[in-house]
């Protein structure tokens, strides 16, 4: 796997070394200007790490939008030092892949990638729980009677999903196959009207207390 990362923090690019496997390849930039510049003349990244710096994170997610407006295939992930709501739903909207914590752990990084290789957003229970209280306040805006319409295997799915849960926790809390619950996310998808999970598990927590 070859990453290309937009750190200048030389503590976060030591700690991303250490956590991916040996046989990947990260390749460091610190400007905008490199970012395109490698993506551009070289190929073959599988994703763009971008560790977000809290002194000038509102410039910086607008740089990012123009890049993923620039690289529309790229996968990106962001790695922000403090979480904002507001700039990761801007950046979840412009194609973004995930959202995680610049000090991740080696586990939990891959569990991000596998989720972002299955074509879903990664966005961390936390920011999901985040989404569903400030949704939760104004549920009038969005229309849940499409649930009605979920088989009861297809809820039980979407509930997990309003819980924050992965593909893989989903599988292992229903006995089932990951292979059935990515079949089951695509009905569900299709039945509710929804793009994503987040999008979803907002409509599933209109009205069902999910905790």
Not at 67 to 74: K, T, V, Y
Not at 106 to 121: A, R
Request: some cysteine; charged content about 20%.
């Amino acid at each position: 796997m070859k990453t290309l990362c937009w750190n200048t923090d030389d503590a976060v690019w030591k700690h991303w070394n250490q956590i991916v496997s040996v046989s990947d390849s990260l390749v460091r930039v610190k400007t905008l200007e490199e970012v395109h510049h490698a993506l551009e003349t070289a190929s073959g990244f599988q994703y763009c790490f971008i560790y977000l710096e809290d002194i000038s994170l509102p410039k910086q997610v607008e740089e990012v939008v123009a890049l993923c407006s620039a690289f529309p295939n790229q996968k990106v992930i962001v790695f922000p030092n403090q979480s904002s709501q507001a700039a990761a739903l801007r950046l979840f909207s412009v194609g973004v892949c995930g959202q995680c914590a610049p000090y991740i752990g080696q586990e939990q990084l891959s569990l991000v990638l596998s989720v972002v290789d299955s074509g879903e957003i990664w966005g961390g229970k936390a920011f999901i729980q985040q989404l569903i209280m400030q949704q939760s306040a104004a549920p009038e805006e969005i229309h849940n009677d499409e649930l009605d319409d979920l088989s009861e295997r297809e809820l039980n799915v979407a509930l997990h999903v309003a819980r924050g849960l992965s593909n893989k926790q989903i599988a292992l809390e229903m006995d089932i196959t990951e292979r059935t619950v990515k079949a089951h996310l695509t009905s569900i998808f299709k039945k509710t009207n929804t793009k994503d999970r987040l999008a979803l598990a907002l409509l599933a927590q209109t009205r069902y207390a999910v905790h």
